[in-house]
């Protein structure tokens, strides 16, 4: 699936450790984002970014974080902070301006043992 | 920030029946609501948009139509099928910044 790759797409980690998602886009957007998928929320928006070095807090950033330093990568950390990380997590991309879509990548499944 | 209802969370249609599904917004500066189609194990993939200054929008058997008074927007399949069984998401907010409703499960009955 061209654009967007997230990796890996399956990962397992203790209680306490950190673990970075990646997600790396060749569709020269602009701003990146990741969301959070669990059962009956929805899609929910833990950071975002709409140029390179600059990100902004989405609605359930806490135990989360993350860095731009390049157009193309915008990868996430889930600490030990976050109370519960075991989700699916969505990055996307977007162009923007008045006719641009938000791009999906496959997704991360995090378990938390 | 903006915050998107929607309803029902899931919704069994006969096949060649039509689904609808509805969905409230609460930031009245909002003016991009998407409609996002995710089938089971796959990403969300964009189905059809509809921005504030537009009150409906069609494509071939998916409408969508907006209420910018009431701040409500819905998504219209008409003429059912077995594919388009999904997850469906509705979205709220400007260029840069979404939000998402917690999905509509639809199942279309053969």
């Known amino acids: 699936d061209g654009g967007i790759t997230q990796s890996p797409k399956y990962l397992f980690r203790k209680e306490g450790q950190n673990v970075t998602l990646s997600c790396e886009q060749n569709?020269?957007?602009?701003?990146m984002y990741w969301y959070r998928q669990d059962p009956g929320q929805g899609l929910r928006l833990i950071y975002y970014s709409q140029i390179v070095n600059d990100f902004q807090k989405g609605d359930i950033a806490e135990g989360y974080s993350v860095s731009r330093e390049k157009k193309e990568s915008f990868p996430l950390t889930v600490t030990s902070a976050q109370k519960n990380p075991t989700a699916f997590y969505l990055c996307a991309s977007y162009p923007g301006g008045r006719t641009g879509e938000l791009f999906f990548g496959e997704g991360s499944r995090l378990t938390v043992l | 920030g903006e915050n998107v209802e929607q309803h029902p969370s899931t919704l069994s249609v006969q096949e060649g029946d039509s689904a609808v599904i509805k969905c409230t917004y609460s930031?009245?500066?909002?003016?991009?609501f998407p409609w996002y189609k995710q089938e089971l194990g796959k990403r969300p993939q964009l189905i059809i948009d509809?921005?504030?200054?537009?009150g409906e929008k069609k494509d071939q058997r998916i409408a969508v139509t907006l209420n910018k008074t009431a701040k409500h927007f819905s998504l219209h399949i008409t003429e059912t099928q077995p594919e388009d069984s999904a997850v469906y998401f509705c979205g709220g907010g400007g260029d840069y910044k979404l939000s998402f409703g917690a999905g509509t499960t639809v199942t279309v009955r053969a």
């Open positions: 509809i921005r504030s200054n537009v």
């Open positions: 930031d009245s500066a909002s003016n991009y």
């Open positions: 569709l020269n957007h602009d701003a």
